[in-house]
């Protein structure tokens, strides 16, 4: 082809997607959107739920508010969030936990905790969140809505506070997968300011979104339905299954048996770019400065820093300053690094053999609010969702069913993953599911 052909061809495409997000422009136009408290926008503060940053006005938005508000899309509020997105309960803010509208003694999930209440009590129509292990699934899951994370790249991180900058991706909170697939394909896209994301125009997420799913490979890994899950949660997954079975899906057991590294690998990577990240608030260039007298820049930094900055902020610091230090960095961070490949390795594979994998977003259903004390416990809950975001491929949680506790209906959550850039194929999966079910259609007291 010549490079006049090439151009031509490459402008009659934008063109089309122009005339695609005009229309998705249209199908947003008043949509009401609550901002995870990391996002940045000129309205409001953004705190990132820290002393750190209190009372931080952006000046200017993130690229994600931008598209969105030029298609329409009304923002109506920032949301809680544990501190500098590092949780999974939303427990750990400076500003107070977040209640989970279904049960108020339990938790959200986190770290995009109020976002996913926010949805789920419809407050808004749809929620921003970030994902750097499963920060938006697993709330997503726990509040009983629908929790998407974009491939890595796919979206501008470009106004994200960044807490792992090769893991953070920025996503959606909805009741529906249509709304999800419409908000993404405004936000996604090249963007000149985030060097990370992929220089391609957004995609046709929401072209094909209702086509059948008939013969669709769905693989389900041995890893994922063991006895370490609630009861009720194994048996909503059968349940899941049985419905892709009758909707013509090809069902296969495939083998990731690098889901119970996982976790120990993500928390040697992310620490560590927290630890980098993070040093910037050094209390001279932005945000709070401590008030005591110091004698020296050394003594400035300290009493900062441990004024600032929370429990499980100074904890994941030390954790990375710790894997990164002299001694230390080929025993932990060197090896984490290997074993990501693996696991990036480990999903080619597996989607040589399946189009989408299935499984729980997470091993059990919402929990008290103080009941996981020990934060290894709490990191846990991530077990099924790290693995995602240290490939960097897609996933989405979805409401699958329902687990009774203390008279409370807890929703389950279904974890979809999807191949590189195979969002489309992702979200049509999930599509039909929904259309199949009706969790989606379920609120808390609260919100009826």
Same mark, same amino acid.
Not at 97 to 112: A, F, H, K, M, Y
Not at 389 to 403: D, H, L, T, Y
């Given at each position: ?128 969140? &970030?994902?750097?292990? #499963? !920060?938006?699934?697993? *709330? +997503? ?9 974009? %491939? @890595? ?68 890994? &041995?890893?994922?339905? #063991? !006895?370490?899950?609630? *009861? +009720? ?9 049985? %419905? @892709? ?204």
């Amino acid at each position: 082809m010549s490079t006049i052909q090439e151009r031509d061809t490459f402008n009659a495409f934008h063109e089309y997607w122009d005339l695609e997000n005009e229309r998705q422009s249209e199908t947003l136009q008043g949509m009401t959107l609550a901002v995870k408290d990391n996002i940045v926008t000129k309205t409001g503060t953004t705190t990132c739920g820290s002393k750190m940053l209190e009372g931080y006005k952006s000046p200017f938005n993130a690229t994600v508010i931008d598209r969105l508000e030029d298609a329409g899309v009304v923002l109506v509020g920032k949301t809680n969030c544990d501190e500098f997105a590092m949780g999974s309960s939303t427990e750990h803010c400076a500003w107070g936990p977040v209640l989970n509208p279904w049960d108020r003694t339990r938790v959200p999930g986190g770290s995009s905790g109020g976002s996913a209440a926010a949805v789920a009590a419809r407050l808004c129509q749809g929620a921003l969140g &970030s994902d750097t292990g #499963g !920060s938006i699934r697993q *709330p +997503a899951a726990f509040c009983g809505v629908v929790g998407y994370k974009p %491939t @890595y790249g796919l979206v501008s991180r470009y106004g994200l506070v960044a807490f792992a900058s090769s893991l953070d991706q920025i996503g959606t909170f909805t009741t529906t997968v249509q709304d999800a697939a419409n908000l993404v394909e405004i936000m996604a896209g090249f963007d000149e300011l985030d060097s990370t994301c992929r220089e391609e125009p957004a995609p046709a997420l929401s072209k094909n979104l209702h086509d059948s799913i008939e013969g669709l490979r769905i693989g389900i890994p &041995s890893q994922y339905t #063991g !006895s370490q899950n609630d *009861p +009720a949660i194994n048996a909503a997954i059968t349940s899941a299954i049985n %419905t @892709y079975r009758e909707l013509g899906a090809t069902i296969i057991e495939i083998d990731l048996p690098l889901t119970e590294v996982g976790i120990s690998t993500y928390y040697v990577l992310a620490p560590a770019e927290c630890s980098s990240n993070l040093a910037r608030y050094d209390g001279i260039r932005y945000g709070h400065r401590t008030d005591k007298p110091c004698k020296d820049l050394f003594e400035l930094y300290s009493n900062t820093r441990a004024e600032g900055f929370g429990t499980e902020v100074k904890r994941r610091i030390m954790l990375g300053t710790y894997v990164l230090s002299s001694g230390y960095y080929d025993a932990y961070y060197n090896n984490a690094l290997k074993t990501r490949r693996l696991i990036c390795q480990e999903y080619h594979i597996a989607f040589e053999q399946c189009d989408v994998i299935l499984g729980p977003t997470t091993p059990s259903v919402a929990f008290k609010i103080g009941e996981k004390a020990d934060p290894l416990s709490m990191y846990l809950c991530d077990i099924y969702t790290a693995n995602t975001n240290i490939a960097g491929i897609c996933g989405i949680s979805i409401p699958c069913g329902f687990s009774e506790a203390e008279g409370k209906q807890l929703p389950i959550g279904l974890h979809l993953q999807g191949s590189w850039y195979d969002d489309a194929r992702l979200l049509r999966a999930a599509q039909m599911f929904q259309t199949a079910t009706d969790f989606h259609t379920k609120v808390p007291e609260c919100a009826q």
